[in-house]
C-alpha cells in the first residue's frame, strides 16, 4: 500500500524509473503536450473534462511522491496580452502547494522559449496533461535526491 497521495500507475511507474534532474511537466489543457515534449517522455492525459484535473492536483500528488530541486512555470512575454494582468493566480496556489509539502525549491518564472527547450530537454521523462482551463499554468519540475 503506497504512503504517498500519489495512486496512478503510469505516473508513478515513470517517476519510480526516474533520478536526480528527471524533468516532470504538468502540462495545463492549453499546452501542446503532443508536440512539446523530450525525446524520452511519457504523456499521461488526465484531461477528463474542462477543469478536471487541474495542474495544482496534480502538481500536489506528484509532491507528495517526489523530492524536488527546481520549480519552472513558463513565464509570460511582456507583449503578451495577458502580461498586463500581472502574476497568474495560478502561481499563487502553487507556491503555496511548494511551501505544504516542505519544498525548497522556490517558482521560478522562464521564458516561455526557454521554457519549451527545457521540456524538450532529453531528460524530460513525463508529462502530466490536465484539462485545467487557467492560463499560464504550467510547471516544470527536476526532480531532487532522496535523502532518506
Known amino acids: ?88 493566480a495560478a502561481w499563487l496556489e502553487f507556491r503555496q502547494l511548494l511551501r505544504a509539502a516542505g519544498a525548497a525549491a522556490e517558482l521560478v518564472p522562464i521564458s516561455k522559449w526557454d521554457f519549451y527547450q527545457a521540456v524538450e530537454s532529453p531528460d524530460h521523462v513525463l508529462t502530466i496533461q490536465t484539462a485545467d482551463a487557467a492560463l499560464w499554468a504550467n510547471v516544470l519540475l527536476t526532480i531532487g535526491c532522496r535523502t532518506s
Open 1 to 88: 500500500m503506497l504512503k504517498h497521495t500519489l495512486l496512478h500507475p503510469k505516473i508513478n511507474e515513470v517517476l519510480a524509473r526516474a533520478g536526480h534532474h528527471a524533468k516532470i511537466l504538468i502540462a495545463d489543457g492549453n499546452y501542446p503536450a503532443s508536440t512539446k515534449k523530450g525525446a524520452n517522455a511519457e504523456v499521461v492525459c488526465l484531461n477528463l473534462s474542462p477543469g478536471v484535473v487541474t495542474v495544482a492536483q496534480a502538481l500536489r500528488a506528484v509532491l507528495s511522491a517526489v523530492p524536488v530541486d527546481e520549480v519552472n512555470t513558463m513565464g509570460i512575454p511582456p507583449d503578451d496580452p495577458y502580461a498586463a494582468a500581472g502574476e497568474p
